[in-house]
């Protein structure tokens, strides 16, 4: 129940800030600010991104998770390290001479006491988690899962792709625009726009093909937290798929393929293979895997002292009759552009000429 009261409290946080930007710059200007078409112009500066909108969703599930789910304990871990990431550069962001000029005080104050009961609602998931790992009290106890062998390989090519080709425009972009860094990360220039309780682009950009790496890595080798690790960065992963998908529509790219520059070529595909990728994680991870059947003779031991071998998910135990009441174990990107996502940069604000 802790667990699941403390995800409630960083989805109501959420939920209130994205009920203040629409109610304030209304839903159509919104989305087309969260799109980074050239010419939204919202009646105020949107508070949020289409991060908030994704961990909306991540919280919402976590929440539902630790109420049905005895063994829910790796999904708090995931929960907990995301928000961690995401509200940190807060801290220091939302006090700077930018956020001063563009946000009243009252909301600097808001956010900033959002801010702290984020990362402190963070960090008691991560204590919350941790002290309710134990062993299973009996066989009708639900096992954790791990992902199968489809599955993992699924995840581990998807989201370590997926990861590759954010670090590859980061790196792009560091040699093409140098003047905006160190704030791409770090905040606090104007030319690096984000939302008042958002991290710098560049940051979450990191953060998420640090997550896409590990979750992949951890599900090609069946670990108990690949599935809970790698639907979150399949569900931050989206909203870059489906907003370059929009921008794609919007300024007829595909029709005119042919005729873009190579760089805006890659950046299409990009945006494609970030929706694909977050949809592929997602329909391999969402079933339960194989349950973590635990080993009575300690990791790697056979029964007479022998190490295992087989499948991911086998254990050894005797193959010869069982003693008097024992019973067989149960089987088992470019310039800002204010739009907000993650992925590579958007195309130029004005499509090319002849369109």
Known sequence: MTGAALCAVLALILASWLVRDIRAVDADELWRHWAGFPDARPEAIPATSPLDVALLLVYA???????????????????????LAVRLPGLWNIGSRRMETLFSDDLRSRALICAFVA???GIALLITAGAGRRPPAGSYERLPTRPGPGASVA???????????????????????????PAWYVGGDDRVPHGVIDP????ATAALALLCLVAGVSALFHA???????????????????????????????????????ETQLTVLSWLFEGFAALVVLIALAPRGL????DP????????????????????????????GQ?????????????GGFGPPPPPSQPPPGW
């Open 155 to 181: 995840a581990f090519l998807m989201l370590g792709a997926a990861g590759a080709v954010l670090i590859a425009w980061e790196i792009r972009q560091m040699a093409r625009y140098p003047e905006i860094y």
């Open 327 to 339: 019973q067989p174990p149960a089987p088992g990107y470019g310039y800002p552009q204010g739009g």
């Open 224 to 262: 108990v937290y690949a599935r809970p690790f790698g639907l979150t960065a399949a569900a931050l992963l989206l909203p870059g798929g489906v907003l370059g998908l929009v921008r794609t529509v919007h300024y007829d790219l595909l029709d005119h393929f042919g005729s873009l520059s190579t």
């Open 297 to 324: 003779y300690g990791p790697g031991q056979g029964p007479y002292g022998s190490q295992a071998s087989g499948p991911v998910g086998a254990h050894p135990y005797p193959s010869g009759p069982y003693g008097p």
């Open 291 to 294: 349950p973590d059947v635990p």
């Open 61 to 83: 599930v976590a929440t539902v998770a630790a109420l049905r789910s005895s063994v829910a304990t790796t999904a708090l871990v995931a929960t907990g390290v995301i928000t």
């Open 119 to 121: 990362l402190a609602a």
């Open 200 to 203: 710098p682009p560049g940051w």
